[in-house]
């Protein structure tokens, strides 16, 4: 997956060198022209295989090619679109914000939705309404910024003490290739997630899928031949009337060549200290 990271130096492993310059003056070795031909051959016969399996893709609603989602402006519940400039009123200051990436943005009423839950009950935006809700985007494999965040998300949730119960925390699916219920189930073995009653985590038809990761801004790119996926991440804090008012940016290191995503503890708690300030804020002000 995608993120905004910060790696640690050192962190990457020292790859072999080569002397590109070297190989390039020795010039190219010579091709039997025999093989030439069989290669233009099997070439033009995956050419048309790739165009049709990518068709087929395409019609079942999985794109290999990433989505052509631009950074939102989020809409509001009209059609009309937010200009740029009605976005986002203004960065907040301090070094916790600057930290979240945290951007006020104008109270436009945020897109509704009705997706399913990790318990296969249907869960509605409009049914939250008198609730703070914190919105997130990750994979049910939990195999990408999934465990920074859930735990950030947990300890968010302890943080809020008795306003907690007037917060929910929504985490919407973005996996292409498992949008059951049953794909969800790598968030719930691997986080504490499941067992707050104030958090779920959504997915749904993937036409449905794609029209919210389109709104909300999340480019998700899907890998057919090793079934990976890539997506950026964002976070919004919407009023108890169901109104945009802060955006954050969640982020995590990437540990290679694994492939996993951390964090150090201190930076967890920060960024979790974040999410239940300024949701503890909306919370109070409901």
């Not at 990271?5 to 025999?34: N, Q």
């Not at 290669?39 to 609603?61: C, D, K, S, Y």
């Not at 691997?190 to 959504?202: P, V």
Request: net charge negative; hydrophobic share 40%; proline share 7%.
């Amino acid at each position: 997956m995608t993120n905004t990271t910060h790696p640690s130096p050192g962190s990457l492993p020292v790859e072999e060198s080569v002397d590109r310059a070297a190989a390039f003056a020795a010039g190219p070795s010579r091709i039997p022209r025999k093989f030439v031909h069989w290669v233009l051959a099997a070439a033009a016969v995956l050419g048309i295989g790739g165009a049709l399996l990518e068709h087929v893709l395409t019609e079942a609603g999985i794109n290999p090619s990433p989505p052509s989602v631009t950074t939102p402006p989020p809409r509001s519940s009209s059609t009309a679109a937010l200009s740029s400039s009605e976005e986002h009123e203004a960065t907040v200051p301090g070094t916790l914000p600057a930290l979240m990436g945290l951007a006020q943005m104008t109270p436009g009423l945020a897109r509704p939705f009705s997706l399913t839950d990790e318990h296969g009950k249907a869960l509605s935006l409009t049914d939250e309404r008198g609730k703070v809700v914190v919105l997130t985007f990750f994979d049910g494999r939990c195999n990408d910024i999934c465990p920074v965040l859930a735990d950030e998300i947990a300890q968010a949730d302890a943080k809020l003490g008795a306003l907690a119960t007037h917060v929910i925390f929504l985490t919407i699916n973005t996996d292409p290739a498992a949008t059951a219920v049953s794909g969800l189930e790598g968030v719930l073995e691997n986080t504490r997630l499941a067992r707050l009653s104030n958090w779920h985590m959504l997915t749904g038809p993937l036409i449905e899928l794609n029209t919210l990761w389109r709104y909300y801004g999340v480019t998700v790119a899907f890998d057919t031949d090793t079934r990976s996926v890539e997506h950026n991440d964002v976070m919004y804090f919407l009023d108890a009337a169901g109104h945009f008012r802060y955006s954050a940016t969640p982020f995590a290191n990437e540990r290679r060549p694994s492939g996993t995503y951390y964090l150090p503890s201190a930076q967890i708690r920060e960024f979790a200290n974040g999410i239940a300030t300024y949701a503890g804020q909306l919370a109070g002000k409901r």
